[in-house]
């Protein structure tokens, strides 16, 4: 909401919001963009009343400005519909979907055609993702060129509209990165999830072409229909782009990608992790589908720098280093937690984990979170976000998670809030210790307040 607001001033509209609480990244984004948030929701933030209400699909009847919408007859539409109209006909749309990986794979296929720019101007793209870019300084771009780039989200629309966001955004080239359950306030089971992404690659037209990710059966089912041509990514031999001899070397990730058998490219970036390198080699492969040049794909790579709060350094003190984790569920804790092992071979290894997400919050995916949190060397758990809006039987205790942990051999612990998670852990933390903080939400300051807090100590 805080991007497509950017993108509606950059067309020259006045635009203002309303939010319960904004927090950073995008809070600092709106701010430096002159964009007043309303805090909180209140009828009166309609005044003047607007041309159009874009209404976001964290709100439901009951709020009060939607309320007022309703009751006044005031226009309104969805983001994802407003994306559609407004900025995507007459364009090309590059539609990155999948339920890990969207954002940097977003992120990193913009700055692919960014830097293919310098020598076909053509190229630069528009753009609207999920989290702010770090080569960009931002989570949008619009350009008079023809190329769009598209985060796909499947959480659904709007009150109204109960469809997946990117059922609207009729793709021309689609990259679809992993399909599991997620987002169980939402989809009832793993087969409603598989459903929404057969019926966004039943949207992708003949002339079009898919970038899959090879590694998961879910995947294969969901492309198994589609109507283009489809190229898979990954680490199998028989991929049309397989990564092989992935590594480390001083400080920067390596790989090779072979295109149907034959070498194809060395790529390298300052991003770890395995994910990453499938983020990247699919960003890669969707690129060269459509005409960037190798040379650019690799010097966009080497450049690229991360998107905020995925494995973001948030602080280095005293030999402790901080992270910020966008973590909505155990498949994306492992990954990021792998990572961290293979960036910081020798130090401890923390998790500080705030169950937020409306997957995390609940309780069936519980197994495979203790399994992922089982990579850190020491866990600590913050209470559930907003527990009382989730029913007793369907809710995460996290209670259970530690005992679990516990009883496995990792040293866990669980505290009601965050000081209580500063009172106890800072005075753990020595030299060499990694945390890794991870939460898609504010997580009450934690960010700020725990590099305050060993300034202090030091």
């Not at 009172?423 to 307040?449: C, M, R, T, W």
Request: glycine share 8%; proline share 4%.
């Amino acid at each position: 909401m805080a991007s497509i607001a950017g993108l509606l001033q950059l067309q020259g509209h006045r635009v203002t919001g309303s939010d319960n609480a904004a927090y950073p990244p995008m809070s600092d984004q709106l701010r430096e963009l002159g964009i007043r948030i309303h805090e909180p929701y209140a009828e009166s933030n309609l005044d003047p009343v607007p041309d159009l209400v874009v209404i976001g699909n964290a709100l439901s009847r009951g709020n009060p400005e939607v309320e007022r919408v309703l009751d006044e007859r005031i226009p309104f539409t969805s983001m994802a519909a407003l994306v559609r109209e407004e900025f995507l006909k007459g364009r090309e749309s590059l539609v990155v979907a999948g339920t890990h990986g969207k954002t940097t794979t977003t992120s990193l296929l913009s700055w692919i055609y960014q830097v293919a720019a310098r020598q076909v101007p053509a190229r630069e793209p528009s753009f609207l993702i999920g989290g702010v870019a770090e080569n960009f300084g931002s989570s949008f771009q619009l350009r008079p060129t023809r190329t769009f780039i598209i985060e796909g989200d499947e959480y659904d629309t709007a009150f109204f509209d109960k469809g997946p966001k990117f059922l609207h955004y009729f793709p021309d080239g689609l990259i679809l990165t992993h399909v599991e359950f997620d987002h169980a306030d939402i989809y009832a089971d793993l087969e409603a999830v598989k459903t929404a992404f057969k019926r966004l690659v039943n949207l992708v037209p003949r002339r079009g072409v898919i970038v899959a990710y090879d590694g998961s059966s879910n995947v294969t089912e969901c492309i198994s229909r589609a109507f283009c041509r489809v190229e898979r990514y990954g680490f199998k031999s028989e991929s049309e782009w397989c990564i092989q001899n992935l590594r480390l070397e001083g400080g920067l990730m390596r790989w090779e990608v072979w295109r149907s058998g034959a070498q194809w490219a060395d790529l390298e970036m300052r991003l770890g992790g395995e994910h990453n390198a499938l983020n990247a080699t699919a960003a890669a492969a969707l690129a060269a589908n459509q005409g960037v040049s190798l040379e650019s794909i690799q010097t966009a790579l080497a450049e690229f720098k991360s998107v905020k709060r995925r494995l973001e350094v948030r602080a280095e003190i005293g030999g402790i280093t901080i992270i910020d984790d966008f973590a909505h569920h155990p498949t994306a804790i492992r990954e990021t937690l792998r990572a961290l092992r293979a960036l910081y071979p020798q130090g401890r290894l923390w998790a500080v984990l705030e169950p937020r997400s409306n997957t995390l919050r609940r309780k069936v995916l519980e197994g495979e979170l203790v399994e992922s949190l089982r990579l850190a060397d020491r866990v600590v758990l913050a209470g559930v976000y907003q527990q009382q809006r989730i029913a007793e039987e369907e809710r995460l205790h996290p209670e259970d998670v530690v005992r679990a942990l516990s009883n496995g051999g990792t040293a866990a612990a669980l505290y009601p809030d965050v000081n209580h998670i500063l009172d106890e852990v800072v005075p753990q933390l020595k030299q060499g210790d990694v945390v890794a903080i991870l939460s898609n939400g504010g997580f009450d300051g934690i960010y700020e307040k725990l590099p305050a807090r060993l300034q202090a100590r030091a």
